[in-house]
C-alpha cells in the first residue's frame, strides 16, 4: 500500500498529510492504537479521528475517503 499512499499524499498535497508508521519498530504505537493486524489506516479531521480501515484498500476508495473527510465527495 505505500506507493499509493506516496501518490495520494502527492496528489493530494497541501490538503493531508500522509503518515507511515513500521509497527515492528514501533510497538508501542501499535499497542496505543489497538492495532492487531496491517494495515490499519487512521482518518483524522483536525486531531480527531473520524474514521478507520482495516486490510488493505483499493486506491479508488482511498481517494473516496479522502474526499469525503475533504468535503469534495
Do not use: C, H, W
Not at 28 to 54: C, E, H, M, N, W
Amino acid at each position: 500500500m505505500a506507493p499509493v499512499l506516496d501518490e495520494l499524499a502527492q496528489d493530494y498535497a497541501g490538503q493531508v498529510k500522509v503518515a507511515i508508521i513500521n509497527i515492528d519498530a514501533n510497538r508501542a504505537v501499535a499497542s496505543q492504537y489497538g492495532v492487531t493486524g496491517v494495515p490499519a489506516l487512521f482518518f483524522y479531521r483536525r486531531g480527531k479521528l473520524v474514521d478507520q480501515a482495516a486490510g488493505a484498500l483499493p486506491r479508488p476508495e482511498l481517494e473516496r475517503r479522502l474526499q469525503v473527510l475533504l468535503g469534495q465527495a
